[in-house]
């Protein structure tokens, strides 16, 4: 397997549990705009554990909570591009949250 940026991106967690970890995206979609990445190497979402999916939904609360006390969105997206056709840039699996705001804030 080539060198994995998302299995080297761990020591930069501003959240972390077991089995996953979080990051604040480096081109960001939105003010927010966060990475939730499980710590085992797997290509996609559906090639994760069931812990893993745990483990990310976990971090997915303490992401939401952190963006709302900083940013205030309005809203939020959670994504996950699956293989290159959907928009998948590294194949490690991820989810995007991504936070949402009203036109004019």
């Known amino acids: 397997m080539e060198k994995c940026l998302f299995?080297?991106?761990?020591?930069?967690?501003v959240a972390e549990n077991e089995l996953a970890y979080m990051i604040w995206d480096k081109?960001?979609?939105?003010?927010?705009?966060?990475?939730?990445i499980p710590k085992?190497?797997?290509?996609?979402?559906?090639?994760?554990?069931?812990?893993?999916h745990a483990a990310m939904a976990e971090l997915l609360l303490i992401a939401?909570?952190?963006i709302d006390e900083k940013h205030k969105p309005d809203g939020y997206n959670i994504q996950s591009n699956i293989e290159?056709?959907?928009?998948?840039?590294?194949?490690?699996?991820?989810?995007?949250l991504i936070p949402r705001?009203?036109?004019?804030?």
Request: glycine share 10%; proline share 4%; aromatic share 12%.
């Open 7 to 13: 299995c080297e991106l761990g020591k930069f967690a």
């Open 27 to 36: 081109f960001p979609k939105t003010p927010g705009h966060a990475l939730i």
């Open 40 to 52: 085992g190497h797997s290509r996609n979402f559906f090639d994760a554990t069931a812990a893993e």
């Open 64 to 66: 939401k909570q952190m």
């Open 84 to 96: 290159v056709v959907a928009g998948q840039e590294i194949f490690h699996t991820h989810l995007h």
């Open 101 to 105: 705001y009203k036109k004019g804030n």
